[in-house]
């Protein structure tokens, strides 16, 4: 009963953090640590498995990305503006350029994880560095919202956000890629505002992004840790997975429906509390520079 119930807690928490820009790393990083999920008697495989549990509720997350914003990233049917005549004609323009600039923002992201995941995980996965990514990224959202207060963004809709305004919003997501504690959607969001895109165009395409991203590296993971698992672990990964999609479809509405009217100024000092609160608890451990 306790696995079930930490389960459903870790799916809640991913649900909310991963869309919000705080950081789901951190946040998951301490509520596992008062509610272990799978206390195996063997230390590497209860790791194994809570890796592979992060991987399927973020797989719940993304499914409510791609069932809310259907309508908006499925690229075939009928349409005012179709790519081109004959079998073009339902493909729908706006949407096929879309996915064209949600790949050349995945791009730099994607080698850099490729490429050096391990190696980063080693170096920053560790709770100082993921406790100044949440202040520093923190300070920056409450400086760029000031820089940007009384401006009036260039791109107000995800359609008007140009080919290289992609490829920099996609430069901006490799901080959270090397970086633990930065949080994806935090990157791309301080990128996108910095670039003139509006807040409403730059959450949304912040969520589309995670598409690719987010399924390319849970993929990365099932592959490395594998997939043989007890009928109780099945069970619970179920359950993981099902309360990060159900949380996760609440939080995309609220977050879509909060920034039309207000800042990210809270959510940049929610970060830095948290971070003080990470040092301050892993200072007390004597774990700042253990690898979590």
């Known amino acids: 009963m306790l696995t079930i119930l930490s389960a459903i807690l870790l799916g809640i928490v991913e649900g909310i953090t991963e869309w919000l820009p705080v950081s789901s790393t951190a946040h998951m990083m301490l509520v596992h640590i008062f509610f272990p999920l799978y206390n195996h008697p063997e230390a590497a495989q209860q790791a194994a498995f809570y890796n592979v549990f992060e991987v399927v509720i973020q797989l719940g997350a993304i499914l409510a990305v791609v069932l809310y914003f259907w309508n908006r990233i499925w690229p075939f049917g009928k ?18 350029f879309l996915w064209v600039k949600i790949v050349i923002a995945c791009i730099p992201a994607a080698v850099i994880g490729l ?14 560095f993921i406790a100044m990514a949440l202040i520093i990224v923190g300070i ?23 080919f290289r305004t992609a490829l920099y919003i996609g430069l901006f997501q490799v901080l959270a890629a090397v970086f633990p504690g ?12 910095l670039l003139g895109v509006s807040r409403s165009a730059a959450v949304e395409f912040t969520f589309e992004l995670a598409i690719p991203v987010m399924a390319g590296a849970s993929l990365l993971k099932l592959i490395k840790y594998g997939a043989a698992f007890s009928a109780f672990e099945v069970v619970i990964l179920i359950i993981g997975m099902v309360t990060a999609f ?5 939080v995309i509405r609220s977050l879509l429906k909060f920034i039309r009217t207000h800042s990210f100024i809270p959510f940049g000092i929610y970060r830095i509390v948290l971070g003080i609160v990470v040092l301050i608890f892993f200072g007390l451990q004597g774990s700042l520079w253990t690898v979590m």
């Open 182 to 193: 930065t949080s994806r959607s935090g990157a791309t969001i301080i990128g996108a505002l």
């Open 246 to 250: 159900i949380v996760s479809m609440l």
């Open 79 to 96: 349409s005012k503006r179709p790519l081109g005549e004959g079998i073009l004609s339902y493909v729908k323009k706006d949407v096929f």
């Open 140 to 162: 920056i959202f409450i400086v760029v919202e000031r820089l940007i207060k009384d401006k009036e963004p260039t791109m107000v809709r995800v359609r008007d956000i140009t």
């Open 115 to 128: 490429l050096f995941d391990d190696q980063i995980d080693a170096l920053f996965g560790k709770p100082f």
